[in-house]
């Protein structure tokens, strides 16, 4: 597993904001809600994830020092807005009515379900799929689903399923 070192900056800055957003959303409800713990395991794609039931957001290392300050303007509350809503409605959609309007009533952060940061460079595992028209490059999770039975993808192209070509990973 990689580690990637942040540098003691950037993770003050991350704290910064959360407790800054925290603090408002404590004043706006007039709540008193605890400090999230925070890790930096994060992987794949994902910017960040609200772990609810150990009440943790975890943030993606290399997401977070390619982008750094729009990271922490947008994934850090993005994510405590999971955990504040989940404290305060209990289960709901995860970005449904309760979460939009925490992001954007409470916590003053336009509500955007995903990122747009560039991915091109992150680290990512593939497998070669076929199907009757040309080749795909599936990622590790699309694989493991089609090779557990739970899904199968077909090509947008010619409509056929795409089948694995070989067992090599690229």
Known sequence: ???????????????????????QANARLNQSFPEPAISWHQRGTVAGTAWLEHYEI????????????TFIDSVVPHELAHLLVWKRFGKTAPHGKEWRWMMETILDVPAQRTHCFDISALPRKTF??????????????????????????????????????????V
């Not at 975890?58 to 300050?69: C, D, E, G, H, Y």
Request: contains cysteine; hydrophobic residues 30%.
């Open 1 to 23: 597993m990689n580690t990637y070192r942040i540098p003691i900056a950037l993770q003050q800055a991350v704290m910064r904001c959360l407790r800054e957003k925290l603090a």
């Open 58 to 69: 975890r943030l993606n290392p290399v997401l977070l020092l390619a982008n750094q300050q």
């Open 128 to 169: 070669l799929y076929r199907c009757a028209c040309r080749q795909h490059h599936l990622t590790i999770r699309r694989h493991n689903k089609t090779q557990r039975g739970e899904t199968e993808y077909r090509c947008t192209q010619c409509g056929q399923p795409l089948r694995l070509a070989s067992e090599k990973s």
